[in-house]
Nanobody, 122 residues
Framework: QVQLVESGGGLVQAGGSLRLSCSAS????????MDWYRQAAGKQRELVAG???????NYADSVKGRFTISRDNAKNTVYLQMNNLEPEDTAVYYC????????????????WGQGTQVTVSS
């Protein structure tokens, strides 16, 4: 079994910063994608930032220049540094891993964190 645990959400004023963390534990063979998604009230879940095992990163246009995704492969952990936060960033943030956990099964499966609330006040 694999479990993802998030931390770091909270309430912050506009212009402030937060750092989210997500760590995976359990029977993990290999992790490829480590991503952050968010879902605001009444809206669909959207990709915020992603990183792959070969070091590539991508960001939503709305967060470019403000958010930075990074990963520590030795700790099976992904981070999201969020600076200059705006009220529009208010949402539940979810981490997503694409990983292999079963021997002799080469498919990368999707795992999600439980979500952490980020609220930015104006």
């Amino acid at each position: 079994q694999v479990q993802l645990v998030e931390s770091g959400g909270g309430l912050v004023q506009a212009g402030g910063s937060l750092r989210l963390s997500c760590s995976a534990s359990g029977n993990i063979l290999r992790i490829n994608a480590m991503d952050w998604y968010r879902q605001a009230a009444g809206k669909q879940r959207e990709l915020v930032a992603g990183t792959t095992s070969d070091g590539r990163t991508n960001y939503a246009d709305s967060v470019k220049g403000r958010f930075t995704i990074s990963r520590d492969n030795a700790k099976n952990t992904v981070y999201l540094q969020m600076n200059n936060l705006e009220p529009e960033d208010t949402a539940v943030y979810y981490c997503h891993f694409g990983l292999r956990s079963r021997p002799y099964y080469s498919v990368y499966e999707d795992y999600w964190g439980q979500g952490t609330q980020v609220t930015v006040s104006s």
